[in-house]
């Protein structure tokens, strides 16, 4: 008996331990040469990212409307990829908008974000993005790390940001 429980003491001991996902966070803006509600008329539409992201096509509403929460959009990536998403909160008054990503075959989890626009001086704007984020799996795969999690999100966000921001000043 003793033994066994050495040999148990040793198997547990030796196991690789796992580390947790941590929950990852980014957050990016841009100065808009727009007023506040023309920057937020680029990208309010909730069903119609492919119309301001240039990384995304044939975005569509599944479920809902645009604008009330719980709204539920589909859409595909360039290059290959889809995502399904849903609104969770929306305020026309704040300008702000809140969702998650329900499924996905790109490398993330977890996915909660915001955008929103506040008032700059002269009458421009500045667009925010902020969101969680966690890598796909426990056991992170080649590619799929932290770090290539976070440069997808930045690399996702500073397209998007940057087109919002050439689309509003016209």
């Given at each position: 008996?003793?033994?066994?429980a050495?040999?148990?003491?040793a198997?547990?001991t030796?196991?690789p ?9 980014y957050q ?6 727009a007023?506040?509600?023309k ?12 119309d ?6 044939g ?6 409307e ?10 595909q ?6 995502v ?8 026309e ?8 990503i ?7 989890a977890?996915?909660v ?5 506040t008032?700059?001086?002269g009458g421009?704007?500045v ?6 984020f966690?890598?796909p799996e ?33």
């Open positions: 008996l003793m033994i066994l050495t040999a148990a003491s198997l547990l030796t196991a331990a796992f580390a947790e996902r941590p929950m990852l966070r990016s803006e841009i100065a808009v040469k007023p506040p509600q920057a937020w008329n680029t990208f309010k539409t909730f069903g119609s990212i492919h301001w992201h240039p990384a995304t096509e975005s569509r509403l599944l479920v809902g645009n604008g009330k929460p719980l709204a539920v959009r589909e859409f990536v360039k290059g290959g990829g889809s399904i998403s849903e609104l969770l909160t929306y305020d008054a704040r300008r702000h908008f809140k969702y998650r329900i499924k996905t075959n790109l490398p993330l977890n996915y974000a915001e955008m929103w626009v008032p700059a001086a421009t704007s667009v925010h993005w902020r969101a969680n966690q890598r426990e056991q992170a795969k080649a590619g799929q790390d932290d770090a290539a999690t976070m440069k997808l999100v930045q690399d996702v966000f500073k397209g998007g940001l940057d087109n919002i921001a050439v689309s509003a000043a016209k």
